[in-house]
């Protein structure tokens, strides 16, 4: 069976999000679906050093405390790779010469509309005096790629966007055959 919407209404928004309740008809029968929409994409960066090691930063998040992840943000509108570029500056000081696009995913699709967009980034160097603006980043590291991956199997690394962008940037590497 289909889904399909009797009824919709906005019940909040604001700049970066939209939150509708829908009266629906699916495989269970009539209910109530609770709908997030993100305004705009968002972006993650899988930044890999000469080294092969990934870029990883550290914050708080007011919703899940501490979290170790990638660098990433919001499209605010642009162009995602533009959107990337900048998000890479703004987190970590550094600038990549060397721009792939290696997928896209959606983030909770469960209950949101969140289209994403993963880049791997690669020959990366410190922009000339342009210094970090404030993300609420504690920390920026540089960590081999197994054991990125050893931190998402024990958990060190939950956040799932992360896990998600790894898993892409793996699989284009050919880390996981």
């Not at 501490?66 to 987190?91: C, F, K, T």
């Not at 005096?129 to 197994?146: H, K, L, Q, T, Y």
Request: charged share 25%.
């Amino acid at each position: 069976m289909t889904w399909r919407t009797d009824d919709s209404r906005i019940v909040y928004e604001n700049a970066w999000i939209s939150v509708r309740e829908d009266a629906v008809t699916g495989p269970a029968g009539k209910g109530v679906y609770g709908v997030v929409t993100l305004r705009h994409p968002a972006v993650f960066i899988v930044a890999l050093d000469e080294q092969e090691r990934v870029c990883l930063v550290s914050l708080e998040r007011y919703t899940v405390g501490r979290s170790i992840e990638i660098p990433a943000g919001g499209s605010d509108g642009e162009d995602p790779l533009v959107a990337a570029q900048r998000e890479l500056l703004e987190e970590t000081g550094m600038r990549a010469d060397e721009w792939r696009m290696i997928g896209t995913m959606n983030a909770l699709n469960g209950v949101t509309v969140a289209p994403e967009h993963v880049f791997l980034a690669r020959d990366l160097h410190v922009a000339d005096g342009e210094a970090r603006e404030e993300e609420g980043i504690d920390d920026v590291s540089w960590v081999p790629f197994g054991e990125v991956l050893s931190m998402v199997a024990d958990g060190r690394i939950s956040d799932g966007e992360t896990v998600a962008a790894l898993a892409y940037a793996g699989i284009h590497l050919r880390r996981f055959r």
